[in-house]
């Protein structure tokens, strides 16, 4: 059974940094492209970054760009998005999304094309 399962979300000062985990189980990583999606209330799920499966292609949203950075760990089959520099704006629930991307250094964050979702961290930015 493929899963996705986010962690890392909590409570952060403007400023601050949180770092997301997704862990993948049911699945190998190189066989998905990753992306992170964040959706604040009233708001539509936005996404956030993405990782190609071989791993050697990221993409960023314009707002987070030079602030957040997606990673990966083979070994751990783990997804990471660190994320530096925390804004209020950034408050939000986090998600991962797994997709089947046709080409392996292929990234996207159409969010209709990711197929398996995980159910999300909180993150919270406030003083």
């Known amino acids: 059974q493929l899963q996705l399962v986010e962690s890392g979300g909590g409570l952060v000062q403007p400023g601050g940094s949180l770092r997301l985990s997704c862990a993948a189980s049911?699945?190998?990583?190189?066989?998905?492209?990753i992306g992170w999606f964040r959706q604040a209330p009233g708001k539509e799920r936005e996404g956030v970054s993405c990782?190609?499966?071989?791993?050697?292609?990221?993409a960023y949203a314009n707002s987070v760009k030079g602030r957040f950075t997606i990673s990966r760990d083979i070994v751990k089959n783990t997804i990471y998005l660190q994320m530096n520099s925390l804004q209020i704006e950034d408050a939000a629930l986090y998600y991962c999304?797994?997709?089947?991307?046709?080409?392996?250094?292929?990234?996207?964050?159409?969010?209709?094309?990711?197929?398996?979702w995980g159910q999300g961290t909180q993150v919270t930015v406030s003083s």
């Open positions: 999304a797994a997709s089947l991307m046709p080409l392996q250094d292929m990234c996207h964050m159409t969010k209709a094309e990711y197929i398996y």
């Open positions: 049911g699945f190998t990583l190189g066989h998905y492209g």
């Open positions: 990782i190609s499966r071989s791993g050697r292609t990221t």
